[in-house]
């Protein structure tokens, strides 16, 4: 029974009773065992009768109610054991301002918070202590006001010690009291992301030098002939080769290779400019995409420079050695072909006439040298 119910069964047994007592009083005071005052005891009695029934039904119910209230405490403490003890951060928050009513052990320690300090933090738009950016947390409000529950929200929050954490969020719309609350669990995706990131650039990058690998030349190359041909400019291919390497790797081993390949991989990247492309394929042949040339003729001063920077000396455990350069091969887009793949061969039989010619030069695909 509700205790609206419980009230009103209590109300009217009081106001039976007093009846019962105004009525009994009356017979109580009348000398006449007869008549009209007679009435007033049988109407007494019959009250009285509907007092005790009432009583009875109003102690049923009180215990119905203790039960429920018994039932209810044993709820709430496991409720907050629960809640209490998840090993995922989890809070009770106001949907209006964000306010945190109750928080779990493990989202204090998340965003380390002490105990007496939770109650009454603020998860509102702008602030700096949870919300790293105002618009989510004011997207996650829009979309519980809409649902009324949201699954798996990406964002990221200031956690402890003013890391940065990618999590999920996953939140619904609860009534306590006479305003709407919101449950709300995070899960903490960053290691997660920081994997993947790693994963994905692995798959594109060579592991020794850091550069592209084939596969992100690929994407790299087919951009910038797209930009190209959108912007009516040129791209020009290298294929680039080691000349002296093998002997490098045969007199002073492989690590010392090692080195010098990473050498070469810093000295291609900052002889070239910002928006060009430097790959390698493997062993001693790295790609470069020269991208947005209005005309061949911008590329050469560069490839001239690119010849001398690797053809200086090398520092090993030895000492220095000077027996390494470079012959490159160019093919143009969209001169000599559109297709990447095709380029890049091009640019590979240019190199080997460069090879053919001498070592540390460059050579045009079919002699296309820029006057």
């Given at each position: ?45 019959m ?29 709430d ?8 003890l998840?090993p995922?951060?989890?809070?009770l ?11 779990s ?7 380390g918070?002490e ?113 190209a ?21 045969d007199?002073f ?40 040339l ?25 000492g220095e ?42 050579q ?8």
């Amino acid at each position: 029974m509700a205790e609206a119910d419980v009230s009103s069964l209590e109300q009217e047994i009081q106001r039976l009773r007093k009846i019962v007592d105004v009525l009994m009083n009356r017979a109580e005071r009348s000398t006449e065992v007869q008549g009209s005052d007679f009435t007033l005891f049988q109407t007494a009695i019959m009250l009285e009768e509907q007092v005790s029934a009432r009583t009875i039904e109003l102690e049923s119910a009180l215990l119905e109610q203790e039960r429920v209230r018994e039932a209810l405490r044993k709820s709430d403490a496991r409720f907050e054991a629960i809640f209490e003890l998840s090993p995922s951060p989890v809070a009770l928050t106001r949907l209006s301002d964000g306010r945190v009513i109750g928080a779990s052990r493990s989202f204090k320690s998340f965003f380390g918070l002490e105990n007496d300090a939770t109650e009454g933090h603020s998860a509102a738009p702008g602030d700096p202590d949870i919300w790293l950016r105002a618009e989510d947390r004011k997207r996650w409000r829009e979309r519980l006001e809409a649902d009324g529950q949201v699954f798996n929200f990406e964002a990221e929050l200031c956690s402890a010690q003013g890391h940065v954490a990618s999590v999920l969020l996953s939140g619904k719309v609860v009534d306590f009291g006479d305003e709407p609350h919101v449950i709300a669990d995070i899960r903490d995706i960053s290691e997660h992301k920081r994997r993947s990131a790693y994963l994905e650039h692995a798959a594109a990058h060579d592991p020794l030098t850091g550069l592209p690998n084939r596969l992100l030349l690929g994407t790299q190359l087919s951009a910038a002939i797209a930009r190209a041909d959108r912007n009516a400019m040129r791209v020009a291919v290298c294929y680039l080769d080691l000349d002296g390497f093998k002997q490098i790797n045969d007199q002073f081993g492989h690590d010392t290779g090692d080195v010098v390949l990473i050498e070469v991989a810093r000295r291609l990247k900052s002889g070239t400019r910002h928006g060009d492309t430097v790959a390698r394929l493997g062993g001693d042949e790295f790609v470069l995409v020269l991208a947005d040339l209005r005309s061949a003729n911008e590329c050469v001063a560069l490839l001239e420079r690119l010849l001398e920077a690797v053809a200086r000396p090398y520092a090993g455990a030895d000492g220095e050695f000077s027996d390494v350069s470079a012959s490159i091969g160019v093919a143009l887009y969209p001169e000599d072909d559109s297709d990447p793949d095709v380029l890049i061969r091009h640019a590979d039989h240019a190199m080997y006439e460069a090879k053919q010619a001498g070592k540390n030069c460059c050579q045009w695909f079919e002699s296309r040298a820029p006057s």
